[in-house]
């Protein structure tokens, strides 16, 4: 996701994150005025509101979504 956040949100969107289960690889950052989140979350194709309750969390912490890119890893375990 990538929007307008100050650095002074980045410990919040940091945290309110962390406590969503069954995420990783979580980076969070500012570069040049722009904020960057980037993070693996656990689901499944037939999960419905993932992504909205993810953009929701943003939000919610300071960050002014702009653009979302979501993909999706077919693991077959």
């Known amino acids: 996701a990538e929007g307008n956040m ?9 945290s309110a994150l962390e406590e969503t289960d069954d995420i990783s690889d979580l980076r969070v950052q500012v570069l040049e005025g722009i904020g960057s989140v980037e993070l693996k979350k656990k689901t ?12 929701e ?19 077959a375990n």
Do not use: C, Y
């Not at 499944?44 to 953009?55: E, R």
């Not at 969390?57 to 693991?75: A, C, E, M, W």
């Open 6 to 14: 100050s650095e002074a949100a980045i410990p919040s969107v940091t």
């Open 44 to 55: 499944t194709v037939q999960a419905t509101g993932v992504a909205s309750n993810l953009v």
């Open 57 to 75: 969390i943003l939000q919610n912490s300071g960050f002014k979504l702009q653009t979302l890119s979501l993909s999706f890893d077919d693991d």
